[in-house]
């Protein structure tokens, strides 16, 4: 099973879209949103956790979404 998923720069960016918005609503969703240090560093892990666990479903909506316009630009 030599299959490799080509990353295209649209994913990345899909990507670190989400995690920060993630990032950001774990952190208010553990701290008071404020411009603090503490709360700083709870959006940046919270933006590496969602980063960590969302590549792989990220990469697999867009293998199906290609499948999908494949399919349908064939038939």
Do not use: K
Not at 8 to 29: E, R, Y
């Amino acid at each position: 099973m030599s299959e490799e998923v080509p990353v295209h720069t649209n994913d990345i960016l899909v990507l670190i879209v989400v995690s920060i918005l993630g990032g950001f609503l774990l952190a208010a969703w553990t701290l008071p949103p404020a411009l603090a240090f503490d709360f700083a560093v709870s959006v940046l892990a919270g933006t590496v956790l969602m980063a960590f666990l969302l590549f792989i479903p990220v990469m697999g909506v867009r293998l199906f979404i290609d499948d999908y316009r494949d399919d349908g630009s064939s038939g």
